[in-house]
């Protein structure tokens, strides 16, 4: 399983789950821009 930020939405019920990564996709896409703009 997936580790859990605070924002991330994950809903748990018989077969399969739903994970959507909010916060973590935020944060990655924040990185990624930071990066580029450094270069």
Same mark, same amino acid.
């Given at each position: 399983m997936y580790s859990l *930020?605070?924002?991330d939405i994950a809903v748990e019920k018989e077969g399969p789950? &739903?994970?959507f990564?909010?916060?973590t @996709?935020?944060?990655s896409v924040l @990185?990624? *821009?930071f990066w580029l &703009?450094?270069?």
């Open positions: *930020l605070p924002g789950g &739903f994970y990564p909010v916060m @996709s935020i944060i @990185s990624l *821009l &703009f450094r270069k």
